[in-house]
């Protein structure tokens, strides 16, 4: 069976640009969470999804934000990129409350 | 809220030898608890879970944690380390009902083994 599928895997931007990043859950999943992760630092949590209603948010700005769609996917939008933005983003998929199992992530750089 | 401390940011064991990395966390309620495993440029695999009942919990790849209350911890053991269990690991606290959801992690620990 497929994992968590995220795409792109890796994306340069330059900042104040906007950026979409995609995930696709694992067949069956219908919460997507989304984490940041900063080079050498833990994943912060930034958002959850269920059933297309955001069920948490974390201490993030409002310049992201997501959505999830009726197939379950996601995606993640950040606007007016800053050089602090530079991470890799997982997203992770599972049930309500079950372990969430992680894509490979995307690594987004800001120049 | 809750936070998770790993204290061990480096730790170097031999081939063979024995392991515990240490987690610390702080949670007003019942903790639902995690350690991950990543490795270089790939994401995060489930290594075992704590949601409650017995306080040792089995994994994968040989793992076991043991959950203690009264000192707030949850410590990850192996007893033969082998070199592909060179990686970054991550104890993480979930959050109320959703309890594998909202992820709260520590900083990581990073495991190097020598041959």
């Known amino acids: 069976d497929a994992g968590v599928t995220q795409s792109p895997t890796h994306l340069i931007k330059t900042r104040g640009q906007h950026v979409t990043l995609r995930c696709s859950p694992i067949s069956g999943h219908k919460s997507v969470s989304w984490y940041q992760q900063v080079l050498g630092q833990g994943p912060q949590f930034i958002f959850q999804y269920y059933e297309k209603e955001e069920r948490g948010r974390g201490n993030f700005p409002d310049r992201f934000s997501a959505r999830q769609f009726p197939n379950y996917s996601s995606e993640l939008n950040v606007n007016a990129l800053l050089l602090g933005d530079s991470a890799l983003y997982l997203c992770a998929s599972g049930g309500l409350n079950q372990p969430q199992h992680f894509g490979d992530g995307t690594r987004l750089s800001i120049l | 809220a809750q936070s998770v401390t790993q204290p061990d940011i480096h730790i170097t064991v031999s081939e063979g030898a024995s392991l515990e990395l240490r987690c610390n966390y702080s949670y007003g309620a019942t903790p639902y608890l995690f350690w991950y495993v990543q490795s270089p440029g790939q994401g995060l695999q489930l290594l075992l879970k704590?949601?409650?009942?017995?306080?040792l919990v089995q994994g994968i790849k040989g793992f076991e944690a043991e959950f203690k209350r009264s000192q707030s911890s949850f410590n990850l053991r192996k007893p033969s380390v082998h070199w592909s269990d060179a990686a970054e690991y991550f104890c993480a606290v979930g959050r109320g009902h959703n309890a594998g959801n909202m992820l709260t992690f520590g900083g990581g620990t990073r495991l190097m083994v020598k041959p």
């Open positions: 704590y949601f409650s009942g017995d306080t």
